[in-house]
């Protein structure tokens, strides 16, 4: 998907620079639309995987957790690092427990929104849990 492609390469998926580097791998024929699939869900062309093949492998796991851990602000990386090590959901109050924040503080709700934004988290209240993007961090 969008934000798990963003999310792999080093991109917020919400930035301004992730659509023009997707309008540039379009434009130079490496990527398309995919076929039967959901609107922002994209395949390699024939040349894509061509130039793909000598890249390294993207990062996954404890790697990638790091990098965007580095990312994030001090609210949000604190949440984020509680949220992926932990299996199915938690409530708002769980991660504020966890994290030393207030639920419904301002520096607690710009964390949340902040990994909601970027397919970090999904869910609202008392169903938190790693989003799309979460899924590789583990």
Request: glycine content about 14%; proline content about 3%.
């Amino acid at each position: 998907s969008r934000a798990r492609l963003a999310i792999l390469c080093g991109y917020k998926f919400t930035a301004g620079g992730y659509a023009a580097v997707m309008q540039e791998l379009r434009e130079g024929g490496l990527i398309r639309q995919a076929e039967d699939a959901r609107k922002g869900t994209f395949e390699l062309t024939e040349a894509g995987l061509a130039r793909a093949m000598d890249l390294p492998p993207p990062m996954t796991g404890e790697k990638l957790a790091e990098f965007w851990a580095e990312k994030l602000g001090k609210a949000a990386a604190k949440a984020f690092d509680f949220v992926r090590t932990v299996d199915g959901t938690v409530t708002t109050r769980e991660i504020a427990d966890a994290t030393g924040y207030k639920p419904g503080g301002g520096n607690f709700n710009d964390a949340m929104k902040e990994l909601r934004d970027n397919a970090r988290l999904v869910g609202k209240r008392n169903a938190w849990g790693r989003g799309e993007a979460g899924q590789d961090f583990r």
